[in-house]
């Protein structure tokens, strides 16, 4: 089963400032998920991705797979913004399972 | 269209009671799962299920039964439930292997305490 290590765990920042959330993996995979738990609980789904990049609205999302690395970047941040980040990587490739990481927990100050 | 809807959204029970946790999803998707979320711990997948009438356990199983009732619904068990079974638990539906598509999606959770 893959191990998933997310840092930093805890990330304050003030409004405007670039973000960036890092998460490592030990077992080869086929993709990597990004989600946002909001502080009321609910749970989203921000990216699915298996190499290279991929940008929503401010998020930026990279992954390395050699090196078994991905980012999550946040440009220009937001109060908005503040809630725990998650990722989640297969259990081996191909494995519809997911390990999850436990989480950074982002607040933006106005 | 509703996505996701779990019932309750909180519940309490002693120990060795019994409750069933409901899902349903309204998306088609084949696969469903249940993760539970306790503090400075990741979600935890108890159980899944890939397709109508087929489920394989999880991470954490002991404890749970789960019943993948038709493609809409998928339901977990508590037959003698225990404090240590007191946590957060979260639905999820997905369209598994379908490349750019491939979302899960959650439900809000059931706060279950078992004192």
């Known amino acids: 089963k893959n191990e998933v290590e997310q840092s930093p765990q805890n990330l304050t920042a003030q409004e405007g400032e670039f973000i960036t959330i890092n998460c490592s993996y030990s077992?080869?995979?086929?993709?990597l998920h990004w989600l946002q738990q909001h502080p009321g609980g609910g749970i989203v789904s921000l990216f699915m991705l298996s190499s290279g990049k991929k940008k929503h609205g401010r998020l930026i999302a990279t992954i390395n797979i050699q090196e078994k690395h991905s980012s999550l970047h946040i440009t220009a941040s937001h109060p908005r913004d503040s809630a725990v980040y998650i990722c989640?990587?297969?259990?081996?490739?191909?494995?519809?399972?997911?390990?999850f990481g436990t989480g950074t927990r982002l607040t933006i100050i106005p | 269209n509703a996505g996701v809807t779990q019932t309750p959204k909180f519940q309490v029970l002693k120990t060795g009671q019994s409750m069933t946790l409901q899902c349903a999803q309204d998306m088609n998707h084949n696969s469903m799962y249940w993760y539970r979320q306790d503090p400075g711990m990741g979600l935890r997948l108890i159980y899944y299920s890939a397709s109508e009438g087929t489920t394989d356990k999880g991470e954490v199983p002991n404890g749970y039964n789960v019943s993948r009732l038709n493609k809409r619904e998928f339901s977990l068990r508590l037959e003698s439930a225990a404090p240590s079974q007191t946590s957060v638990y979260f639905c999820?539906?997905?369209?598994?292997?379908?490349?750019?598509?491939?979302?899960?999606?959650f439900g809000p959770g059931t706060r279950l305490t078992v004192l």
């Open positions: 989640a990587a297969p259990y081996n490739f191909g494995n519809e399972k997911l390990t």
């Open positions: 077992v080869g995979i086929s993709a």
């Open positions: 999820a539906s997905r369209l598994y292997g379908t490349g750019s598509t491939d979302t899960q999606y």
